[in-house]
């Protein structure tokens, strides 16, 4: 059973946490539109139910996701709640095993898997996207 917000203000601001469209989200699609490439946006996991990928390149099988520090566990920025702090560990711990179980299907399934965390910049992400999906097509053009 989910636990009660801890204050309305917490219950204000959960309630707007977008899960898709962030800001960073539309930043790296942006820029890699500009730079020519098409995509696939929150498309399905190949597979598993339920889990999509941030941004899909289907030709060269890449999968790019865009991970909230705080939803998934980033070593530099993550934080624990206090209020609801073991519903909240298990919910965290829930979210970084359901990660690291679609990162692992996907590469068993022959995908590249790219993830990065929500404060790293638009543009270096965009650019490693770019070039490591230029450099599949590439590849798989070769005769």
């Known amino acids: 059973m989910s636990p009660t917000a801890s204050s309305p203000s917490v219950a204000a601001r959960m309630s707007r ?20 490439l098409r995509y696939r946006v929150n498309a399905r996991v190949p597979g598993m139910p339920r889990r999509t990928v941030d941004i899909l390149f289907l030709g060269p099988r ?32 829930r979210n970084i095993s359901r990660d690291r179980e679609t990162t692992d299907h996907l590469t068993a399934e ?19 996207v770019h070039d490591l999906v230029r450099a599949r097509r590439t590849r798989a053009s070769r005769p």
């Open 62 to 93: 890449v999968a790019v996701f865009l991970d909230g520090c705080f939803w998934h566990g980033c070593p530099e920025h993550a934080t624990s709640p206090k209020a609801n702090a073991e519903w909240w560990r298990t919910k965290l711990d």
């Open 17 to 36: 946490q977008s899960s898709r469209d962030t800001a960073q989200e539309l930043a790296v699609r942006r820029l890699l539109y500009a730079a020519g």
């Open 110 to 128: 022959g995908w590249t898997v790219l993830r990065f965390w929500e404060h790293q910049p638009p543009e270096e992400i965009a650019r490693t």
